[in-house]
């Protein structure tokens, strides 16, 4: 016969505590999942409390990425802000602050020097939590992930983009790309422009003799003398077989002359040998300046090609104004 009468009190805190009991072992393995997954998150999950300026949470994925202590990094902000590089550091720091007018940042970018010396490139998104309020602190989300393969990458495709693999020096579309802008700035701006344009003497004769391998060798010298001779700001690459062009911005005639002399002169200090054959090398350049009624490019490329050709007609190893 079933009894109708109620749980004592003993009976309901025994159920009260089986219960909870029951419940506080479902939060320890809801706690020991999300603790696996966060382990196992190749990314830094961090919140920032604004007010304190403080990590109040960093996911133990930082040690790996940063390569420091996480418990040094909750006792102290500036263990994160420390391992910025230093010319990031301004950007990182203004992208953090402008979260809260955005409420997001999806695009920071910036590098990190961690413990071994290390320098990582980091993708670390954010975005406000929880906006502060009388009782309640104002906290910053996101996610840290470790890009410097992608960066790599970008770098290396970037360069098989825009460097000729031989002479490491700009390949041509790309040394047009400068060139093209280089003279909207000077018109946009008055500024003087010169184009020059030069072409390796006998050069079919020099991989006739010595065979391509020296040919290569030979161009491969005159792009290292086209980087010591030039500008930093100026723009050089092989545009074809063996002819090269430059592009000096800020440069009147005079300054354009000797700089393609200095040029003329690193070629000619060239000495190669060959199976104890001894030669060197010599340039014909044409070189020519902006004008006010050229309209484009192809006016001061097309001037410099005649100048060149002048010079090979004249005798070669010389410079032509054109």
């Known amino acids: 016969m079933e009894s109708d009468q109620a749980p004592s009190e003993l ?10 009991r029951g419940e506080v072992e479902r939060l320890r393995e809801r706690e020991q999942l999300i603790s696996t997954l966060l382990g196992s998150v190749n990314a830094v999950l961090w919140a920032f409390d604004w007010d304190s300026q403080q990590i109040i949470y960093v996911s133990p994925a930082y040690e790996q990425v940063f390569g ?6 909750l006792a102290d902000y500036n263990e994160w802000r420390n391992s910025i590089y230093p010319d990031d550091m301004e950007y990182a720091a203004q992208s953090l602050a402008d979260v809260f007018a955005k409420g997001a940042m999806e695009t920071r970018e910036y590098r990190i020097i961690r413990a071994d010396g290390q320098i990582r490139w980091l993708s670390d998104k954010c975005f ?17 992930e470790d890009i410097t393969e992608k960066k790599r990458l970008e770098g290396e495709l970037h360069r098989l983009a825009t460097v000729d693999v031989l002479t490491q020096s700009s390949n041509r579309r790309h040394f047009f790309e400068c060139a093209e802008r280089e003279f909207d700035l000077a018109r946009q701006n008055g500024t003087p ?20 391998q020296v040919g290569d060798q030979v161009l491969q010298r005159i792009a290292q003398c086209g980087a010591s001779a030039l500008r930093r700001a100026d723009q050089f690459g092989r545009i074809g077989g063996e002819e090269f062009a430059a592009v000096l911005p800020g440069c009147d005639a005079q300054q354009a002359r000797q700089i393609a002399e200095r040029l003329q002169r690193e070629v000619q200090r060239q000495a190669f040998s ?5 030669f060197s090398v010599t ?11 050229d309209k484009d490019l192809d006016a001061l490329y097309s001037r410099a090609d005649a100048g060149m ?9 010389q410079v032509v104004d054109a």
């Not at 009976?11 to 909870?20: F, P, V």
């Not at 406000?128 to 840290?144: H, K, M, N």
């Not at 050709?309 to 190893?317: E, H, L």
């Open 274 to 278: 060959v199976e104890g054959k001894q």
């Open 283 to 293: 340039i014909s350049q044409g070189l020519t300046g902006m004008r006010p009624g």
């Open 193 to 212: 422009l010169a184009f020059l344009l030069l072409d390796v003497d006998d050069f079919k004769k020099i991989n006739d003799t010595f065979g391509h």
């Open 128 to 144: 406000v939590s929880q906006y502060g309020e009388a009782d309640r602190p104002l906290i910053v989300v996101g996610i840290a």
């Open 68 to 73: 420091r202590s996480a418990a040094l990094l």
């Open 11 to 20: 009976e309901q805190l025994t159920l009260a505590l089986l219960h909870s």
């Open 309 to 317: 050709y002048t010079a090979k007609r004249q005798g070669k190893n």
